[in-house]
């Protein structure tokens, strides 16, 4: 009997090193890993520069509290504020904490307007976390089903619909903020149309609101740029991120602008581990190495060049019916379930999720050589051609 709570429906296989774009189980067979333990190990496994930064923070000092300064911290969020356009940071472990931190701020800006009952928008089939607040963010009711009472103060449009926000900005007085992802994510890799950041900007500035974008899964050079914001003109309010950003650490952080970044006093919010050394060492590694690799590029260009590929390989199986994606967020979109391709991946030795039942969705890494994304590129298309068979 397993003493580990049944929240995951585990794959039968274990890793016990990783090396590059490859994890080895523990008989010693070798997978390319298109998932990158869901878009968090940009950089590959035992990254050297991850690696050594680890090391030399851990024989120095892991952790000391928020009640003392981090010169670490502060180095990190320059960074992030100079990559990204923002002014001001909290740092948090995880992406649900760092959009906890992001809806909390929203609330209390909405008290300080004297709004009482502040309210968010937010999107159907978009994914923010477990927590509370996020779960109820969050647009599946399979994942809330079971927690109610949900919070209040969220109200709920359909994704890539920007007369539906308007709409509500027009009956609803209580609304102070919009939270959602540029591309959603665990929904199945869906792109919006073009305008539609600037149209939420829109609607934000001539409402008052503060626009909030989920970037945990987008950001950390996934899509190309820093933060998938980035491919357009537009600076929201509020950013929120993870994953990516410390390549397998944990650390989150929600960054901010303007108004937005002075909202949170002394007392307002905290984490006891959030920032810490060991988190902003990973995470100051992450991003040298993205700079000094030119990975954001490298993924941009990777991406154009899979999503191509798989296209034109899978012309032919009549049961895709799109390949699609932004970077190294890639979609293979079947007109079926195929959520037995998760494990006929690991037989053909590469790691791949399904989400949303008939969705098979690659998160490659950034370092991925033109050989191995070529390798990645045949084993997927063999798994997809498997299905059926
Ligand atoms: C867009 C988005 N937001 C938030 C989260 C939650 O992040 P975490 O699991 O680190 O709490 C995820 C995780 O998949 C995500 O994809």
Same mark, same amino acid.
């Given at each position: 009997?397993?003493?580990? =709570?049944?929240?995951?429906?585990?794959?039968?296989?274990?890793?016990?090193?990783?090396?590059?774009?490859?994890? $080895?189980?523990?008989?010693?067979?070798?997978?390319?890993?298109?998932?990158?333990?869901?878009?968090?190990?940009?950089?590959?496994?035992?990254?050297?520069?991850?690696?050594?930064?680890?090391?030399?923070?851990?024989?120095?000092?892991?952790?000391?509290?928020?009640?003392?300064?981090?010169?670490?911290?502060?180095?990190?969020?320059?960074?992030?504020?100079?990559?990204?356009?923002?002014?001001?940071?909290?740092?948090?472990?995880?992406? /649900?904490?760092?959009?906890?931190?992001? *809806?909390? +701020?929203?609330?209390?800006?909405?008290?300080?307007?004297?709004?009482?009952?502040?309210? *968010?928008?937010?999107?159907?089939?978009?994914?923010?976390?477990?927590?509370?607040?996020?779960?109820?963010?969050?647009?599946?009711?399979?994942?809330?089903?079971?927690?109610?009472?949900?919070?209040?103060?969220?109200?709920?449009?359909?994704?890539?619909?920007?007369?539906? +926000?308007?709409? +509500?900005?027009?009956?609803?007085?209580?609304?102070?903020?919009? =939270?959602?992802?540029?591309?959603?994510?665990?929904?199945?890799?869906? *792109?919006?149309?073009?305008?539609?950041?600037?149209?939420?900007?829109?609607?934000?500035?001539?409402?008052?609101?503060?626009?909030?974008?989920?970037?945990?899964?987008?950001?950390?050079?996934?899509?190309?740029?820093?933060? /998938?914001?980035?491919?357009?003109?537009?600076?929201?309010?509020?950013?929120?991120?993870?994953?990516?950003?410390?390549?397998?650490?944990?650390?989150?952080?929600?960054?901010?602008?303007?108004?937005?970044?002075?909202?949170?006093?002394?007392?307002?919010?905290?984490?006891?581990?959030?920032?810490?050394?060991?988190?902003?060492? /990973?995470?100051?590694?992450?991003?040298?190495?993205?700079?000094?690799?030119?990975?954001?590029?490298? /993924?941009?260009?990777?991406?154009?060049?899979?999503?191509?590929?798989?296209?034109?390989?899978?012309?032919?199986?009549?049961?895709?019916? $799109?390949?699609?994606?932004?970077?190294?967020?890639?979609?293979?979109?079947?007109?079926?379930?195929?959520?037995?391709?998760?494990?006929?991946?690991?037989?053909?030795?590469?790691?791949?999720?399904?989400?949303?039942?008939?969705?098979?969705?690659?998160?490659?890494?950034?370092?991925?050589?033109?050989?191995?994304?070529?390798?990645?590129?045949?084993?997927?298309?063999?798994?997809?051609?498997?299905?059926?068979?």
């Amino acid at each position: 009997m397993t003493h580990l =709570m049944e929240t995951y429906k585990r794959l039968p296989v274990a890793f016990s090193r990783g090396d590059g774009v490859y994890l $080895e189980d523990s008989n010693g067979k070798r997978y390319l890993d298109g998932l990158t333990g869901i878009a968090v190990c940009g950089l590959g496994h035992a990254h050297p520069n991850i690696s050594r930064a680890l090391s030399e923070q851990a024989q120095t000092l892991l952790h000391t509290s928020n009640l003392y300064e981090i010169p670490l911290q502060s180095q990190l969020a320059d960074q992030l504020c100079e990559l990204s356009g923002m002014d001001a940071v909290f740092f948090a472990n995880s992406g /649900a904490e760092a959009n906890e931190a992001a *809806i909390k +701020i929203a609330r209390l800006h909405g008290h300080k307007k004297g709004i009482q009952k502040p309210a *968010i928008v937010v999107m159907e089939a978009s994914f923010h976390g477990r927590t509370m607040a996020t779960l109820t963010a969050t647009g599946s009711r399979k994942a809330q089903a079971g927690f109610e009472p949900l919070l209040s103060g969220f109200v709920r449009a359909p994704f890539n619909d920007l007369d539906a +926000i308007a709409l +509500i900005g027009r009956n609803n007085p209580d609304v102070v903020a919009v =939270m959602f992802e540029p591309i959603l994510g665990e929904g199945g890799i869906i *792109i919006p149309d073009d305008g539609y950041l600037e149209g939420i900007r829109q609607i934000c500035d001539d409402n008052g609101w503060l626009m909030i974008l989920d970037e945990v899964q987008t950001g950390n050079g996934r899509t190309g740029q820093y933060f /998938a914001y980035q491919h357009t003109g537009v600076l929201p309010d509020l950013v929120t991120t993870a994953k990516g950003l410390g390549n397998g650490v944990p650390i989150g952080a929600c960054l901010a602008r303007g108004a937005a970044a002075r909202v949170f006093e002394p007392g307002n919010h905290g984490s006891t581990f959030g920032g810490n050394l060991l988190a902003c060492s /990973a995470a100051l590694a992450v991003l040298e190495t993205l700079e000094a690799d030119d990975l954001l590029a490298r /993924a941009a260009y990777l991406g154009d060049y899979i999503i191509d590929a798989l296209a034109r390989e899978l012309a032919g199986n009549n049961l895709v019916t $799109e390949v699609r994606g932004k970077g190294l967020m890639i979609a293979v979109e079947l007109s079926e379930p195929c959520g037995e391709l998760v494990v006929r991946g690991l037989d053909h030795g590469v790691l791949l999720n399904v989400t949303q039942d008939n969705i098979v969705r690659l998160l490659p890494p950034l370092t991925l050589s033109d050989e191995q994304a070529d390798e990645l590129i045949s084993r997927v298309v063999a798994v997809v051609n498997s299905h059926g068979s």
